[in-house]
């Protein structure tokens, strides 16, 4: 877990793996780390310097740091509301890598977003990092994003009223499954993009993705039907 120091004194918590990780940055950033200073000074989180990100010294009191919360609501609406705040920042989801961390704090306290509103900013946010992770060629956690955008928002109303965002979330979900070898589950989503294609340059991407998809499952056959 690290911290992220905002211009209010206060400090918000985040999970993450052991990558580098960059935060849109605070003009006031520095102003808060006196805050903070007592628990540098007794080592249990240390600060990376130019940053606005704090480390917990120890696991250990990482896992005590995170019991401190009285519930599991609790702690799903300190997910949420640093997502929520990572997203406001200024430039916040023009950083490549916050977008990741913006949608992972959504998931997070995905059972403190109730509103259609905010399901459907859930569901935009995790498609830009399921976009971004495929990028990077981090497939399997592209999936993960992508299947979490299709759980905040049924796709039927996601089809009805958000037309551009369900097109780049099936044509995703559809080149990574077959990069992992789920045929079905891809071509299921070829033919929903098949139904979708109300342009005649859809239809071409749909198809361009169902060749890639025949051909990687060897169906010669229906490729040259």
């Not at 249990?44 to 599991?72: V, W």
């Not at 495929?134 to 979490?148: C, D, H, N, P, S």
């Not at 070829?190 to 198809?207: D, G, I, N």
């Amino acid at each position: 877990i690290e911290g992220v120091a905002t211009g209010n004194g206060d400090t918000r918590v985040h999970s993450t793996r052991e990558d580098e990780r960059r935060f849109p940055q605070n003009e006031n950033e520095n102003a808060c780390h006196p805050s903070l200073e007592e628990a540098v000074k007794g080592g249990l989180i240390s600060h990376i310097p130019g940053t606005s990100i704090y480390r917990f010294a120890h696991d250990r009191i990482q896992r005590g740091a995170y019991g401190l919360f009285e519930s599991e609501g609790a702690r799903a609406m300190a997910h949420k509301g640093l997502g929520l705040f990572l997203q406001s920042q200024p430039g916040g989801e023009q950083n490549a890598d916050s977008v990741l961390i913006i949608a992972e704090q959504l998931n997070l306290g995905s059972t403190e977003i109730v509103s259609v509103e905010e399901r459907l900013n859930s569901a935009v946010a995790n498609v830009k990092a399921g976009e971004r992770a495929m990028k990077k060629g981090a497939f399997k956690q592209a999936r993960t994003f992508l299947e979490q955008a299709e759980h905040f928002v049924p796709s039927v109303s996601l089809w009805k009223n958000h037309d551009a965002v369900s097109w780049r979330l099936y044509c995703m979900l559809a080149e990574v499954s077959c990069i992992h070898g789920d045929y079905d589950d891809s071509s299921e989503y070829v033919e929903t993009l098949l139904l979708h294609a109300s342009t005649f340059e859809r239809e071409m991407e749909a198809r361009e993705i169902k060749m890639r998809l025949l051909h990687s499952r060897g169906d010669l056959k229906q490729m040259v039907e």
